[in-house]
């Protein structure tokens, strides 16, 4: 290894005096400078150890050390002097010279240089271990900022969820309690026709009420919980109308055409009212006597708008009845429901039946 040494000094022979003294213990190379701007400039480069005269007539061992301080470098800085007081000396320690060694005893100076480097190396390493820890504990800072970062997005998601889980059960209970209410308006409804058989109205009520139970059926297998899809909620409706209606003799098919979107609860429990009523009357009435017969379904939805049409090939409305004022129980809940979503309700009966709903999504 060869030792790349800083030399301040003025005096040539003093320079060369040094070199000798050094060349007894270590491959050297060196640079002589006596001014501040030379030392400045050779600093530009990579040195060892600075070794620097204590007094010089136009630079001192004090000046070289703030120069070598500001360069920012950590270089064992070392003073070889004349004869100086022990006052100098501690003055030079206190002020950050790693050692002083008298001219008059050389023979210290190759052991300092060497005790110098060890501790140079150890002090780097220790720089180096802080820098790795500190980039560690900044690592360690950012890590734990990004952790409560996403804990805390996770507990305001957490929070929202809740709020609206709360507000869904408040609703739920607000529509059960409705539901019940529309069951036992229903059932005094039924009571009071007074011509028809017990088993066909409980049949028929079990029907409005099973078309109000597949809301709640859907809702429970949705991942949310405000609304429901309406094309798989019209087909559990149709399909438990055909389980509950056998005709005898008649091959009856229903058709299905809807759009598959959400719909909210308040609008989905009247539509589907309305598709029992409907496709119950056609199963009842618009069939007999023929050997095939066909219900189509259709609900179809844009941005603003939903149009539902229920309509069959069967025998049409018998003459002289107006759907919006007869006394069938069935009917009057398709004009009531309706008109509790605001929607608008057209019949042509000319070919079979054909009822079409309008209203705001």
């Known amino acids: 290894m060869i030792l790349k040494v800083l030399i301040v000094e003025d005096s040539d022979d003093d320079a060369q005096l040094l070199v000798h003294e050094l060349r007894k213990s270590f491959s050297v190379t060196t640079k002589r400078v006596w001014t501040a701007k030379d030392m400045s400039d050779a600093l530009a480069e990579k040195w060892d150890v600075v070794i620097s005269d204590y007094y010089m007539p136009r630079f001192s061992g004090l000046e070289a050390l703030n120069v070598l301080k500001k360069s920012g470098m950590d270089i064992p800085f070392i003073i070889v002097s004349g004869k100086i007081g022990e006052e100098t000396a501690v003055e030079a320690m206190n002020s950050g010279v790693h050692d002083y060694i008298i001219k008059d005893n050389m023979a210290r100076l190759a052991p300092a240089i060497k005790r110098e480097l060890e501790e140079a190396a150890i002090r780097e390493k220790h720089r180096e271990s802080d820098e790795k820890l500190r980039k560690y504990r900044e690592h360690l800072e950012n890590l734990v900022r990004l952790r409560t970062s996403e804990l805390t997005e996770s507990n305001e998601k957490l929070k929202a969820e809740l709020v609206e889980k709360e507000t869904l059960l408040k609703e739920i209970h607000h529509r059960v309690k409705n539901n019940l209410q529309i069951i036992l308006s229903l059932l005094h409804l039924a009571r009071g026709i007074g011509s028809r058989n017990c088993g066909q109205v409980l049949e028929e009520s079990e029907n409005r009420i099973k078309a109000m139970a597949l809301v709640h059926e859907a809702l429970y297998k949705s991942e949310n919980l405000s609304s429901l899809d309406m094309s798989a909620y019209v087909r559990a409706v149709t399909d438990n109308l055909m389980r509950s209606y056998r005709i005898q003799g008649c091959d009856v098919s229903i058709l299905l055409d809807i759009d598959n979107f959400p719909i909210s609860i308040d609008t989905a429990i009247p539509c589907g009212l309305i598709i029992n009523e409907l496709v119950s009357n056609s199963l009842k009435h618009a069939f007999s006597g023929r050997k095939k017969g066909t219900i189509t379904v259709s609900v179809k939805a844009d941005d603003a708008l939903v149009r539902m049409v229920v309509k069959d090939d069967g025998a049409g409305f018998p003459k002289g009845i107006d759907y919006s004022k007869t006394e069938s129980l069935g009917l009057q809940l398709v004009n009531s ?25």
């Open 337 to 361: 429901l309706a008109s509790q979503i605001s929607a608008s309700l057209e019949a042509d009966t000319t070919k079979g039946t054909n009822f079409t709903m309008t209203f705001r999504r």
